[in-house]
């Protein structure tokens, strides 16, 4: 079975700085996918970032990226330049390779600080 | 960009009621899916469907709930007799095929649920 772990239920930080969250997960496969998905207060879960477990190269998108480190099983997410907009929960998400599901964890609640 | 919809976006239903929720995926996708997630929880997964029928369930994807698509665009998810645990927001998903990152689900704004 696979499991995603969010250590952190809430995160603060200033416009304008970087934060991260962190995020672990726990699998016996070796071909998989790992997501950040971002839901404001609207509840949409809106894709941010994705990386594919065989890719050594940390996956980036503007001001988002990851540290992805496999042997760790580790999937931590970087937001540079911390926006107001980017207040939100974000969850981490895992899916196996020719899988059906995603499995969630329990997601970090940021909220950007004026 | 093309995206999943959802209608409606808020549904209050008796208990006991059955209840349609419909998504439209996006038109090139293949692989349907229904989530659920109950206020202040994770989201889980409850079903995906493929080729007019279902891969694989969760064990919340119950005899109360089925899935359907109607025609080319729609796919709905069927509650027949709802319960007050049933409160949630109901999210589809859809993805484009198997094999690399064409597996990646898009998500639709959701359907936000009330069982009274």
């Known amino acids: 079975a696979q499991t995603v772990t969010q250590s952190q239920p809430e995160m603060s930080v200033q416009e304008a700085e970087t934060v991260t969250l962190s995020c672990t997960y726990d699998?016996?496969?070796?071909?998989?996918?790992l997501f950040w998905y971002k839901q404001p207060p609207s509840r949409q879960m809106i894709l941010v970032i994705r990386q594919e477990a065989y890719k050594q190269q940390n996956a980036t998108e503007n001001r988002f990226s990851v540290n992805f480190q496999k042997a760790a099983k580790s999937f931590s997410l970087k937001i540079s330049d911390s926006q107001l907009g980017d207040t939100a929960m974000y969850f981490c998400a895992f899916m196996k390779h020719l899988g059906n599901q995603f499995y969630f964890g329990t997601g970090t609640s940021l909220t950007v600080i004026p | 960009e093309p995206e999943v919809t959802q209608t409606p976006s808020h549904q209050v239903t008796q208990m006991g009621q059955e209840v349609i929720l419909r998504c439209v995926p996006i038109?090139?996708?293949?692989?349907f899916y229904w989530y659920r997630q109950i206020l202040g929880q994770k989201v889980e997964f409850l079903v995906s469907f493929y080729n007019n029928e279902i891969s694989e369930k969760s064990e919340i994807f119950d005899d109360q709930f089925s899935v359907e698509r109607p025609d080319g665009s729609n796919f709905t998810l069927k509650i027949r007799s709802t319960k007050l645990e049933d409160s949630a927001m109901y999210f589809c998903?859809?993805?484009?095929?198997?094999?690399?990152?064409?597996?990646?689900?898009?998500f639709g704004p959701g359907t936000r649920l009330l069982v009274l």
């Open positions: 998903a859809s993805s484009e095929a198997r094999g690399g990152l064409q597996e990646t689900q898009y």
């Open positions: 699998t016996s496969e070796n071909n998989y996918y």
């Open positions: 038109s090139n996708h293949l692989y």
